[in-house]
């Protein structure tokens, strides 16, 4: 009997080294897939990090450290109730841009581009109303969180919505019971940490519908504009667990913009980037990708710019104020985007593309408006 146990303890061991062996060299071929000289047209991110200045783990020299080394060029710090650091500024070659996550009565709201943290009685009074007195402008952090969900729909204007978030998936998966996905990420964990991170993400479908709704309400109450009135952005909800690293390397925010080395002027850029419906999230633990966006024509069809080598059987989406709409041709120049068409010119509404790789989510756009 214990020679069996021992047989079977060894045919385990030998099995889970060769999952890791197969897992470890996915890993390298996914990194070795990142073209430096596409990244260097862009910016990538981390939105919604925390650090020891509240619920964090890691100092932001820390931080800034773990996101060098994910090749991230900027992060937002977002720690509870606090703006720290007060002002932009490099570390470690990484550009630091201070938010806040302010917890209110209606759950807690990314503050960006404010000037000080919320007080207590602006938290527990219309938070919306006080982040735009600041100067900022309000991003709902994990909307449907299974604990802190967001409660103040109607209640005063926002800008962004999180519709991936990693706090949210720990939790969803923890008040599912869901031990398949735990135990998938916990083995893929010492092999590839940015695709352990991915294994607990649950679909974001109902973030996507309810933004997509948000986009139609919006509309409808303010009659036709130049842009949409809402913005989709990735969160890494990072603190630190199973480690910064990790998080950063599963996904990341994507802006074009070219950062020049003056923290104030490179700051105020990636904030703008991020809430003016130009940044893309990027699941780049699925695959790298950059130069991701989509742009309505003169023909009245969209356009997607998008490179990535990644191999594998691409799913291209295009979503009409929510519902799927026209039929995707792929570019001829050997990158891999390609227009979105709808039978003629695209009525008018707001439009984003999803791109699935090999069945799995890879990337998401922001939402673009047709008049």
Do not use: K
């Not at 996915?26 to 260097?40: D, F, I, T, V």
């Not at 604990?147 to 720990?170: C, P």
């Not at 104030?264 to 990027?282: E, K, M, N, Q, T």
């Not at 024509?297 to 799927?324: C, F, K, M, N, Q």
Request: contains cysteine.
């Amino acid at each position: 009997m214990r020679r069996l146990l021992a047989l079977a303890l060894a045919a385990a061991v030998v099995g889970y080294l060769a999952f890791g062996a197969v897992a470890w060299q996915r890993r390298g071929l996914r990194e070795a897939q990142a073209s430096p000289a596409l990244a260097a047209a862009e910016a990538r991110g981390a939105w919604h990090v925390h650090t020891t200045a509240s619920d964090g783990r890691g100092t932001l020299d820390e931080v800034a450290r773990a996101a060098r080394a994910a090749g991230l060029r900027f992060v937002v710090v977002s720690d509870h109730d606090v703006l720290a650091p007060a002002e932009p500024r490099y570390q470690d070659g990484v550009l630091l841009v201070p938010a806040t996550e302010a917890s209110t009565r209606q759950g807690h709201v990314v503050a960006l581009g404010v000037s000080r943290a919320l007080t207590r009685a602006e938290r527990d009074g219309d938070a919306l109303a006080a982040i735009r007195a600041l100067g900022g402008q309000a991003v709902i952090a994990h909307p449907l969180h299974p604990r802190r969900a967001f409660t103040g729909w109607g209640g005063g204007a926002w800008r962004g919505l999180e519709v991936i978030s990693n706090d949210t998936a720990w939790y969803r998966a923890l008040a599912d019971r869901d031990l398949r996905r735990v135990l998938e990420a916990l083995a893929v964990l010492p092999w590839d940490p940015p695709r352990a991170v991915l294994a607990l993400l649950d679909d974001p479908a109902d973030e996507l519908r309810r933004l997509d709704g948000e986009l139609r309400r919006a509309r409808a109450a303010a009659g036709a504009g130049p842009a949409p009135a809402h913005v989709l952005l990735c969160s890494a909800d990072a603190h630190g667990y199973p480690g910064y690293a990790a998080a950063f390397g599963a996904f990341s925010m994507h802006v074009p913009v070219t950062l020049g080395g003056d923290a104030a002027r490179d700051a105020a850029a990636v904030r703008a980037a991020l809430l003016d419906g130009r940044a893309a999230c990027v699941l780049d633990g699925v695959a790298p990708a950059a130069g991701v966006r989509l742009t309505p024509t003169a023909e009245g069809a969209l356009s997607l710019s998008l490179h990535g080598a990644a191999a594998g059987s691409r799913t291209y989406t295009l979503l009409h104020d929510g519902a799927p709409a026209g039929r995707f041709e792929a570019a001829r120049d050997g990158s891999a985007g390609g227009t979105f068409r709808c039978g003629g010119r695209c009525p008018p509404g707001d439009y984003r593309a999803e791109v699935a790789l090999d069945g799995r989510r890879w990337i998401f756009t922001n939402p673009v408006r047709i008049e």
